[in-house]
């Protein structure tokens, strides 16, 4: 499956776990996946007015690349809250953690990572980023030096600087890690594990 990043300066493709995913989501057609490696897809639509709760983290315009990072990670974490609401994810731990709810639906970094990159792709294609452009999702590791991980990832316009936007780490609805990938690449945690 392949998905166009339209808007970022040249198309190019993102390779996907699933056929099933929409490539061009809006807010009125979208989908998330979860229970693992997006083992279940559910396409959905936000309600206008639940769009319009993200549309305001972004009111006063961001003034820096570092405001617009923290307004990602704001509007991020506000997604996830209102999706969860809709998918059972709610409960979702981070970092693999298990809960004792079968019926938490689990998120992995492949569902996490498919996910925000879908929440990016909405907020630039809404104009929302001035600072920052979609890019293609990142895998450390490879076994070889630790377990895979994947993130999503944004390009700062000015300097073409990379950063991970990582909401794997932590339980739903909580900001995702933004960081420079080469720092993330290097193995980085927010906690020694």
Same mark, same amino acid.
Do not use: F, T, V, Y
């Given at each position: 499956m392949l998905w166009l990043l339209a808007g970022s300066g040249s198309a190019h493709a993102v390779v996907f776990v699933s056929p099933e995913i929409n490539t061009t989501p809006t807010p009125d057609n979208f989908s998330i996946c979860f229970d693992n490696s997006c083992q279940s897809i559910r396409q959905l639509a936000l309600p206008d007015h639940r769009w319009q709760e993200i549309r305001d983290i972004f009111r006063a315009g961001a003034h820096s690349p570092e405001e617009e990072r923290r307004l990602i990670g704001q509007a991020v974490a506000r997604l996830e809250r209102i999706i969860g609401g809709m998918t059972g994810t709610a409960n979702d731990k981070g970092a693999n953690e298990t809960s004792d709810n079968p019926l938490d639906h689990r998120m992995d970094c492949i569902d996490e990572s498919t996910n925000t990159t879908s929440y990016l792709y909405l907020l630039q294609q809404d104009g929302l980023l001035r600072w @920052? =452009? %979609?890019r293609d999702p990142v895998t450390r590791g490879f076994f070889f030096f630790g377990w895979p991980h994947t993130t999503a990832v944004i390009e700062a316009r000015e300097d073409r600087r990379l950063w991970a936007v990582d909401s794997w780490f932590h339980d739903n $609805?909580?900001? #995702? &890690?933004? %960081?420079? %990938? &080469? @720092?993330?690449?290097? $193995?980085?945690?927010?906690? #020694? =594990?």
């Open positions: @920052h =452009r %979609l $609805g909580i900001a #995702p &890690e933004i %960081l420079p %990938l &080469e @720092h993330w690449k290097q $193995g980085w945690s927010p906690d #020694p =594990r």
